[in-house]
């Protein structure tokens, strides 16, 4: 039989640290060789056990779950898996960005859980479905578009029908200038003539949709 994978689990609670261990202990295939109440010492016990898989809370003291995944991560061939109640995007990204290879929430169930350790030692992405949809929703969200004061202005008035040299004069700079401004906002959005420009600029709210300022 293949030897049971190491674990360490490490949660500031103490009851959360008991609750996981009792749940855990029945397993033939995971060894717990290591528990920690702070993010600190789960980085003690990774460096000096070598385990398979941290499992961390997100929110401890001395070191919070997120800096105690860097420096396992960095330090060490653990697999980290977050195990926590928050879910929101800031914390599920740091998690990510800092080197977890999954992240789930405290609803898991049992079987789940299992699944979702064995799954970390293998290498695999491990995420809570509502984690995921999370994940994917930033993922589709379109990035927004700034423009600088400038090109506002520049944008503005080419909205208000005004040629090339127009603008130049409104604005007080040469025309090449503004050719170099429209270059740039053509690029940012994602357009290649002055008309789409406006109405992708006025889609995206950078510009109002009715008024004096309206394309001719």
Known sequence: MAEPLRLILADDHVVMRAGLTALLAAETGIDIVGEAADGSMAVELAERLKPDVALLDLRMPVMDGVAATREITGRTTTRVLILTTYDT?????RAIEAGAIGYLLKDTTRAQLVEAIHAAARGRTVLAPRVADLLLARLRRPEPILLTARETEVLRAVAGGLSNPEVGRLLSIAEATVKTHLLRIFAKLD????THAVVVAMDR?????SGPDDPR
């Not at 995007?89 to 990204?93: N, R, V, Y």
């Not at 709210?205 to 949709?209: A, D, H, I, S």
């Open 205 to 209: 709210g950078l510009l109002p949709r």
């Open 89 to 93: 995007d800031s914390d599920i990204e």
């Open 191 to 194: 357009v290649s003539d002055r």
